[in-house]
C-alpha cells in the first residue's frame, strides 16, 4: 500500500509527535508514504467561508499533485480530511466549476480530472489495512486502559461528502479501533461534538468550558486517556487543559493521545519514538496501569 501523504500543518508544527508517531505506526504496517512536501494548507475551512472558490483552488491543487503520481492521499487531521472531501464533492459534481478551476492551475501546468481519493489514516487502517491484519500488528496488551474516543467536527460531518451512506461503519470506526487494540471503549455523548478551538482566539472563556466539559465527563466516566484522529483537538484538549482545569474543583488530568500514538503502543513501539513525552498531559499513569513504562 502506497499514498500520497498529506500531513497538514499542524502535525509539521503544533504537533510534531503526531507525524513521528504517523511514520513509525505506517512502516510497521508496510504502508508506504510518499509526502507531499509542495502541497498547500486546505484553508481549515476558515478561508472557503471567506471565498470558497480560492479554497477549492488549494485543493484542487493537491488534488492534481496527488493524480499526477497516481496515488490517493492519505491524511492524519480530521479538519484537513473534512475540508478536502468537501472540496473534492463540489469539484466531482460541477464539470463547469472544476473547468474553472483547471483554467488557475493551467498556470502551474497542472490538471484535476477529479480522480482523487482522500482517506484519513483512520479509515485506512480498517478498510484498508484491515481488522485482521491489525490484529496481527498487536503486541502489546493494553487491556486495562479505559479509552474515550473523541472525533471533531470535520470527520463526521457532513456525513454525505465523507462517504458515510456507502461506509456507515465510519462513524463508529474510533471505537472499533480502540476496541481493537484490546483497550475498553468510554462512551460519551461530547465524543461527536466541538473541542472549541475554532473559538479559543475570539472566545476563550467558552472554549476552555469545552475543553472542561469534555475531558472532565470522560474523566467522571472512568477514562483513563481520550484519543483523537485531529490535532487541531489536540491542541486543545490537551494543551489547554490545565488552564480549563481551573474550572472544576477536582481537576481533570485526562491524557490526550494522538491515534497513531495509540496504535503505536499496541504494536510494542517505544514511547519515545511515538512522541509521549511531548503531551502537555503526561499519559504516564494511565500507560503504567496497562503495563508500560515512560
Known amino acids: 500500500m502506497k499514498y500520497a501523504f498529506f500531513p497538514g500543518c499542524v502535525a509539521r508544527g503544533g504537533t510534531p509527535e503526531l507525524y513521528m508517531s504517523t511514520v513509525q505506526v505506517c512502516r510497521g504496517l508496510g504502508i508506504e508514504l510518499e509526502e507531499m512536501v509542495s502541497a498547500s494548507c486546505t484553508g481549515a475551512g476558515v478561508l472557503q467561508e471567506k471565498n470558497r472558490k480560492l479554497g477549492d483552488t488549494l485543493n484542487a491543487r493537491n488534488f492534481a499533485l496527488a493524480e499526477r503520481i497516481g496515488l490517493p492521499i492519505m491524511t492524519i487531521c480530521s479538519t484537513c480530511q473534512g475540508v478536502m472531501s468537501q472540496a473534492n464533492k463540489r469539484l466531482r459534481e460541477d464539470a463547469g466549476y472544476l473547468a474553472e478551476i483547471?483554467?488557475?492551475?493551467?498556470?502551474?501546468?497542472?490538471?484535476?480530472?477529479?480522480?482523487?481519493?482522500?482517506?484519513?489514516?483512520?479509515?485506512?487502517?480498517?478498510?484498508?489495512?484491515?481488522?485482521?491484519?491489525?490484529?496481527?500488528?498487536?503486541?502489546?496488551?493494553?487491556?486495562?486502559?479505559?479509552?474515550?474516543?473523541?472525533?471533531?467536527?470535520?470527520?463526521?460531518?457532513?456525513?454525505?461528502?465523507?462517504?458515510?451512506?456507502?461506509?456507515?461503519?465510519?462513524?463508529?470506526?474510533?471505537?472499533?479501533?480502540?476496541?481493537?487494540?484490546?483497550?475498553?471503549?468510554?462512551?460519551?455523548?461530547?465524543?461527536?461534538?466541538?473541542?472549541?478551538?475554532?473559538?479559543?482566539?475570539?472566545?476563550?472563556?467558552?472554549?476552555?468550558?469545552?475543553?472542561a466539559k469534555h475531558t472532565g465527563e470522560a474523566k467522571d466516566l472512568g477514562a483513563d486517556a481520550m484519543v483523537t484522529p485531529c490535532p487541531l483537538c489536540h491542541l486543545n484538549l490537551d494543551g489547554f487543559q490545565p488552564k480549563a482545569a481551573k474550572q472544576r474543583p477536582t481537576g481533570i488530568d485526562l491524557p490526550i493521545l494522538h491515534l497513531p500514538q495509540m496504535l503505536g503502543l499496541a504494536m510494542g513501539m517505544d514511547t519515545e519514538a511515538l512522541g509521549l513525552k511531548r503531551n502537555i498531559v503526561s499519559p504516564k499513569k494511565a500507560l503504567e496501569k496497562a503495563g508500560v513504562q515512560m
Open 102 to 211: 483547471n483554467e488557475v492551475l493551467a498556470e502551474e501546468g497542472l490538471e484535476y480530472k477529479g480522480t482523487t481519493e482522500v482517506k484519513h489514516l483512520l479509515w485506512i487502517l480498517l478498510e484498508d489495512v484491515g481488522v485482521e491484519a491489525l490484529k496481527r500488528h498487536v503486541v502489546r496488551s493494553i487491556k486495562g486502559l479505559r479509552i474515550a474516543p473523541f472525533y471533531g467536527c470535520y470527520m463526521l460531518r457532513p456525513s454525505d461528502a465523507l462517504g458515510f451512506g456507502e461506509r456507515p461503519e465510519r462513524q463508529h470506526a474510533l471505537e472499533t479501533l480502540i476496541a481493537l487494540v484490546g483497550a475498553e471503549v468510554v462512551d460519551f455523548p461530547g465524543k461527536s461534538r466541538c473541542c472549541g478551538f475554532p473559538i479559543l482566539t475570539i472566545n476563550e472563556r467558552n472554549s476552555l468550558r469545552m475543553v
